[in-house]
């Protein structure tokens, strides 16, 4: 199994790089907190960076033997979280199993990975939300490219219907608290 980390968001809202913002009650970043969490539960991890954030990731990571940063693939750049795990499909000639996870979930825990990871096909769902972008599924990069061909870049369609993942249901909402304000910061936790 493989972790794709995706940490190529344009973070506008954020306004600065969500994959590079420490947390004021954690040691490390939030591409560092995703890697940590996937790593025991995965043979690699792919971080899927964008242009601005890139060198500080290769470098942040060039001394860990089972990471490795990537970046969008052309023709696929820049359209969102597909284009992220387009790109770790190009990694690999032959089927690959991903297991999904976005560095705007600072306080998923392995423990719900590992759920995901145990089910095939399958992504997080909360009461009042689904989060597609925590996700465990296996795909090629044909089966990527035809579909983003299409010009549709809606991971939920991708998900659901491409990928016929089905929803596991998790009761505590307050792990998938998705960080798109610094501010967000202050009541939590």
């Known amino acids: 199994m493989i972790g794709v980390v995706l940490a190529g968001g344009e973070s506008r809202r954020f306004g600065q790089d969500k994959a590079l913002y420490q947390l004021p009650n954690q040691n490390v970043n939030n591409a560092q907190l995703a890697v940590d969490k996937l790593s025991p539960l995965c043979d690699c991890v792919l971080v899927s960076a964008n242009v601005q ?4 990731l290769i ?3 060039a001394g860990s033997a089972n990471v ?3 970046t969008d693939q052309p023709p696929f750049e ?5 284009s ?3 790109a770790a499909t190009c990694q690999f000639d032959l089927p690959v199993e991903l297991l999904i996870l976005a560095v705007d979930y600072p306080y998923v825990s392995v423990d719900v990975l590992s759920v995901l990871a145990n089910h095939v096909n399958c992504y997080a769902q909360t009461p009042d939300a689904d989060h597609y972008t925590l996700a465990h599924f296996t795909t090629t990069r ?4 035809d579909f983003l061909m299409l010009d549709d870049y809606r991971l939920r369609y991708f998900i659901t219907e491409v990928q016929q993942c089905a929803p596991i249901s998790f009761a505590n909402a307050e792990l998938f608290v998705n960080y798109n304000t610094p501010e967000a910061d202050h009541h939590a936790h």
Do not use: D, M, S, T
Not at 53 to 56: I, K
């Open 53 to 56: 954030n890139e060198p500080a």
């Open 59 to 61: 470098k942040q990571f």
């Open 68 to 70: 490795q940063v990537i």
């Open 84 to 86: 992220g795990i387009y």
């Open 78 to 82: 820049k359209r969102g979280p597909l």
């Open 142 to 145: 044909e089966v990527l490219h």
